[in-house]
């Protein structure tokens, strides 16, 4: 057996050598850690995506994309007043809805304001098209209902749309904290198992 081949597998593990493993590691770390965020983008999670080409259930499901029209999906604004709603704060939510119209999603209307039985409330509902182009418009009509309130009137928005791109934020922070906190856990296991770098 030639003597480099009972050299190698130790090499890793030497006095020098184990030093310049970790720094290629170290390297190879901060070279890749930016792709590893851009994963989300091209994993695929269709309802075909986990079976074979060829299952009856995958053709059924390629079939029923031809039928599926884009889909919409609801921002509620509602606006409140302890005591009651004014003549301002009408004003505002009607003012409101013809500025909303310009993101309803094609051929939808904004719906009429529908008051609640105690006269406190008002709340509307405005169609958006689920595009990707959802969070710009759900940031938008928050805009204009948080923009020029009478003093007292509190505007909220939520609804399918609203929560969707809550949810859709607050999953973009995490993949880059997750990321660096799985690292630092995975070193950190290592280093109290073995002693080393």
């Known amino acids: 057996m030639p003597a480099w081949s009972k050299r190698l597998p130790v090499l890793p593990g030497g006095r020098r050598s184990k030093w310049v493993v970790l720094l290629a590691w170290l390297i190879l770390a901060v070279a890749l850690g930016p792709l590893a965020g851009k994963l989300g983008d091209v994993e695929e999670n269709g309802p075909n995506a986990f079976l074979p080409s060829g299952a009856e259930s995958a053709q059924v ?5 031809k ?3 884009d889909e919409l ?3 509620v604004a509602v606006y409140t007043r302890d005591g009651g709603l004014t003549a301002a704060d009408r004003a505002k939510v009607a003012a409101d809805r013809a500025r909303f119209a310009e993101f309803a999603a094609e051929g939808q209307r904004v719906a009429r304001a529908e ?8 709340i509307t509902t405005v169609p958006l098209s689920g595009t990707d182009g959802l969070t710009d418009d759900v940031d938008a ?20 749309a609203a929560s969707l791109t809550d949810t859709v934020e607050v999953f973009n922070s995490l993949d880059s904290t997750l990321m660096i906190i799985t690292g630092a856990v995975v070193a950190a296991l ?6 080393s770098p």
């Open 141 to 160: 009509v928050r805009e204009i209902a948080d923009a020029d309130a009478p003093p007292g009137l509190t505007t909220e928005v939520g609804g399918p």
């Open 67 to 69: 039928f599926r029209a």
């Open 73 to 75: 999906t609801a921002a």
């Open 190 to 195: 290592l280093l109290i198992t073995y002693r």
């Open 115 to 122: 008051p609640s039985a105690d006269g406190q409330a008002l």
């Open 61 to 65: 499901n390629t079939e029923l994309e």
